[in-house]
Structure formats: C-alpha cells, structure tokens
C-alpha cells in the first residue's frame, strides 16, 4: 500500500469542504446540499464531501445535475471528497464529478451495485387492458435500466475501468477500496 500520510498537504482545499453531507441520500441531504451550495463562497473551486451507505438515485443523479450546471454555467471547479464509506446512491453523485476532481479518504470504500426495484404487479380489470399494465413495468425497468447504465458510463469514463466490467461486477455489489480506486482512475488521489 502507498504511503498517503503526507499526501493530504498536496490538496489544502479539501481540508475544509465548503459542502459537507453525511447519512442517507434522500430529500434531506437534497435540501442540505441546495443550502450549502448557497452559502458557499461565490468564486473559487466548490469542494464536497459525502459519508453515505447510499439512499435515492434519483435524489444524488439531482445533486449531481446540481454539480454539472454549476461547471457548466459558472466554469467553477468542483471537487469531489469521499470519506468512509461512498455506497450506492453515493457512487452515482460521484459520476457527476470528472476522474480528475474525485479523491477519497484514506480507507474509505466505494461500493457500486445495479439499481434496485421492489414492485408487485396487481392485474385486475379487462383481459383487454392488463396487457397494458405489464408493458407498463417492462417499460419502467427498461427506462431504469437505460439511467443506471448512464450513471455507470459516467462514473468511468476517464479512468482505467471498462463499463463491461462495471456491468459484470455490479449485480454482485462490487466494493473498491481507496488504493483500488486511485489505481483504476475512478478518483484523482487519496488524502
């Protein structure tokens, strides 16, 4: 393993994240990254950091497009920092930020799984219109499934991890620690 005692000196910005969000990605931590983000320091590069064991896709695929127009409407830099524990939910926020920005703690740990989906289908009504409802679901999964490859397309583009591995890899719930991580180009460095 890499010695990365003194390695935290190269990144002084990351020392204090002007953006710090822990727990569940849900509504919550949504409305906790809006307030931050506005009271952030106007100029200079943005820097967050996130501690989750994973939550709502759909709320960190939010946060993420939050990141991306702030690139894309200001030119600001921002900085990904993950600490402890970057799982689910929290890796697909993490797409949102280019290789070259993302670092982790030491001994922290990604954790990158397919989406998930709990659904009972209740056919009741017309023989001619359950057809409907089944196309329905499949139509749903097949949407779903078209995001998370999208989301999985992000978080490895520019690094050293082909998306078929990420396919493979990911119904199984594939963990990467740090060292891993910034071996493979999926974060910039370890601090």
């Keep these: 393993m890499t010695d990365t005692r003194g390695n935290a000196a190269n990144y002084p910005l990351l020392a204090a994240p002007h953006v710090q969000l822990y727990g ?9 990254f809006k307030q931050q983000v506005a009271d952030a320091p106007a100029d200079g ?3 967050v950091s996130i501690t989750t064991l994973g939550g709502d896709p759909e709320m ?11 690139r894309e409407y200001t030119g600001r830099d921002t900085l990904f920092l993950g600490k402890v524990a970057v799982y689910s939910a929290g890796a697909t926020f993490m797409a949102a ?13 990604l954790m990158i799984h397919e ?7 209740q056919l009741n009504g017309p023989l001619s219109t359950l057809d409907y409802l089944l196309k329905a679901k499949l ?11 999208e989301g999985f397309a992000a978080l490895v583009e520019g690094s050293q991890v ?3 591995e990420l396919k493979e890899k990911a119904p199984s719930n594939w963990y ?13 460095d370890i601090i």
Excluded: C, H, K, W
């Design 139 to 149: 139509n749903e999964i097949a949407d779903s499934i078209r995001i998370q490859d």
């Design 60 to 70: 960190a695929r939010a946060m993420g497009d939050g990141i991306r127009l702030i």
């Design 162 to 164: 082909p998306l078929s």
């Design 45 to 47: 590069p943005l820097v």
């Design 97 to 109: 930020f280019p290789v070259d920005s993302r670092f982790l703690t030491r001994g922290t740990r």
């Design 115 to 121: 989406r998930l989906m709990n659904s009972t289908i």
């Design 176 to 188: 990467i620690e740090a060292e891993e991580a910034r071996r493979r180009g999926l974060v910039l």
């Design 24 to 32: 569940p990605v849900n509504e919550a931590m949504y409305a906790s």
